[in-house]
């Protein structure tokens, strides 16, 4: 018997060429894949934790203006945003807090 053939269960032989000699079967190497900032879930907490700003700065409820000071219930959906997520989901809301905050002092002083 040829050193390129190989027994068969019917006792007739079968020729291997020479590059699918019996090797043991190449694991595919799995590619390296860039892990993103942000998770879906975490981009979503913050979509809905945003809208919900936007939404109590805009209807009056956010800043309530007692006297000369503003008692403000804006800061809870960053709150709970940076208590339930993490320090990058509170960021993030914490931005459009701020950002509202800011724009309401400079058109409302």
């Known amino acids: 018997m040829n050193n390129n053939e190989r027994l068969v269960d019917d006792n007739s032989t079968v020729s291997i ?3 699918e000699k019996e090797s043991p079967m190449e694991i595919p190497k799995a590619e ?3 892990k993103s900032s942000i998770t879906i879930r975490e981009l979503t907490i913050i979509g809905l ?3 919900i700003t936007i939404a109590l700065g805009l209807s009056g409820y956010g800043i309530i203006p007692l006297g000369p000071l503003n008692v403000t219930t804006l800061h809870v959906p960053t709150l709970i945003g940076a ?3 993490g320090p990058k989901v509170g960021g993030f809301v914490g931005f459009i807090f701020g950002c509202y905050s800011l724009w309401q002092n400079i058109t409302a002083p």
């Open 17 to 19: 060429q020479d590059n």
């Open 49 to 51: 934790l945003a809208g």
């Open 32 to 34: 390296k894949q860039k």
């Open 83 to 85: 208590i339930v997520e």
